[in-house]
């Protein structure tokens, strides 16, 4: 059973809402088409204008009516459901007549913030879905698995270089002019670089 909400205090939530409208709209905002039947209604029940009074096409009569396409597209086949005019308006008025003689409703209309927050939702459980198969796939390790690696290589490299330079090379360097020193230093380098490059290491 649902619980009513005393007129007062639901007239000052509408107002509220207003407000809130009112300065959205003043600081180049737009309203959703919720928020527009929302307006609608309100000035209908006051007596002032309640729209449009025509609409162009089934489009613009859903946008005016605060109701989905697929609605109208479902209430345009009931027997007693108003007929377009030969210059093909549609008489907001009578939809609305139609509407409450049927206690119609409509599917509720998402405003463009719903609409973005099920799209980033969709998108996230894509990409996680995406992340699942590649990992499954072996395109994608951990970073401690990086690690792991990184640190046994960096070793590897460590241990070639030393023994370059402290056992390898000292004898051949002995008796060598600053030139010829400076030409096996390279060749010890791009040994060990080579190594590296061939996944020797």
Same mark, same amino acid.
């Given at each position: ?26 600081? !180049? ?6 928020? %527009?039947?929302? *307006? ?5 029940? =006051?007596? /002032?204008? +309640? ?41 907001? !008025? ?6 409450? %003689?049927?206690? *119609? ?5 998402? =405003?463009? /913030?719903? +609409? ?52 390898? *090379? ?32």
């Amino acid at each position: 059973m649902e619980a009513t909400l005393p007129p007062d205090i639901a007239r000052k939530l509408l107002n509220k809402d207003l407000t809130n409208l009112v300065k959205r709209v003043h600081g !180049g905002g737009k309203l959703s088409r919720a928020e %527009r039947s929302m *307006l609608q209604n309100l000035a209908s029940t =006051t007596g /002032e204008n +309640t729209g449009p009074p025509f609409a162009r096409n089934y489009v613009e009569l859903a946008d005016i009516l605060g109701v989905s396409r697929q609605a109208i597209t479902g209430w345009r086949k009931r027997k007693d459901a108003p007929q377009s005019a030969p210059n093909g308006l549609h008489d907001v !008025g009578e939809w609305r007549e139609f509407m409450k %003689r049927h206690d *119609l409703k409509g599917a509720t209309v998402a =405003t463009d /913030e719903e +609409t973005a927050l099920r799209a980033r939702k969709l998108l996230a459980e894509v990409e996680e879905r995406e992340l699942k198969v590649a990992v499954r796939k072996g395109l994608y390790v951990t970073v401690e698995q990086v690690r792991q690696e990184w640190t046994t290589i960096a070793g590897r490299v460590t241990a070639l270089l030393r023994n370059k330079f402290e056992n390898e *090379l000292p004898p051949i360097l002995s008796g060598l002019d600053a030139t010829g020193i400076q030409e096996e230093c390279r060749r010890a380098i791009d040994e060990v670089l080579t190594l590296l490059h061939q996944g020797d290491v």
